[in-house]
């Protein structure tokens, strides 16, 4: 259950995504693009302190089953080097996440240049973009996370090829969508070609995250998740 499990905080982004941008376009269409990052600063300062209050520790490892004599060795304090080592000594887990972050290239470059693609070239005014292009990437984002969790739990403990084959084809049958896209003749038959392109070009995050969950032990989950993300983000 782990695919549906990180899917739920996958899907804040997209669901924060639209409701910032529907904020943040409103706001800086009437009182200049400056002030939505006062916004966004501000909420930040006053959520940050209840994040202890309302967010636990969990108990590392508990929902796995250890044999005895690696019970021991579990509980044994390990650096960061030891996670390090243990990410970049597996072929699996560093083709994983190259993959993952040539692909969150590709994604993330998308996300950034089509509201710039929809307004010079399709004519969509700030107030559209900020309304229907959120609605249009947050649903979608949403929907690939609600799939990638099902393809994790179901098609990959069936046979753990399908944590990145399925997204493999999913990036396929994105590229004649973001042709699409562009030779569109309206930002609504553009939004049309956009929606399927981002979640086939997003459904490979929580495969992603549940096989690297998988194939870690839990001393070793949180440093290579990290790692995982620093090169997803670069």
């Given amino acids: 259950q782990r695919g549906r499990a990180i899917a739920l905080p996958v899907m804040g982004l997209p669901i924060g995504g639209v409701l910032g941008t529907l904020a943040g376009g409103r706001i800086a269409a009437h009182f200049g693009w400056r002030y939505p990052f006062f916004v966004v600063g501000l909420i930040g300062l006053l959520f940050a302190p209840l994040l202890p209050l309302f967010v636990?520790?969990?108990?590392r490892g508990r929902y796995d089953i250890l044999e005895p004599?690696?019970?021991a060795n579990d509980?044994?304090?390990h650096s960061f080097a030891d996670g390090f080592k243990f990410f970049w000594s597996s072929p699996i887990i560093v083709l994983t996440a190259l993959g993952c972050g040539l692909t969150g290239f590709c994604a993330n470059g998308l996300l950034n240049w089509?509201?710039?693609y929809l307004g010079r070239v399709q004519g969509m005014s700030l107030g559209q973009i900020s309304c229907y292009f959120a609605i249009a990437t947050g649903a979608s984002m949403t929907i690939a996370a609600l799939l990638g969790g099902a393809i994790a739990d179901r098609a990959g403990a069936r046979n753990p090829a399908y944590y990145v084959l399925i997204p493999g084809l999913g990036l396929i049958a994105f590229i004649p969508l973001l042709l699409g896209f562009t030779v569109a003749h309206s930002?609504?038959?553009s939004l049309a070609f956009l929606v399927p392109a981002i979640v086939f070009s997003a459904i490979y995050l929580?495969?992603?995250l549940a096989l690297l969950q998988n194939r870690t032990p839990a001393q070793y989950r949180a440093t290579v998740s990290s790692i995982l993300l620093f090169l997803l983000n670069l």
């Fill in 206 to 208: 929580v495969p992603v």
């Fill in 75 to 77: 509980a044994r304090l």
């Fill in 56 to 59: 636990r520790e969990p108990s």
């Fill in 69 to 71: 004599r690696n019970q």
């Fill in 114 to 116: 089509a509201p710039a």
């Fill in 187 to 189: 930002w609504q038959q």
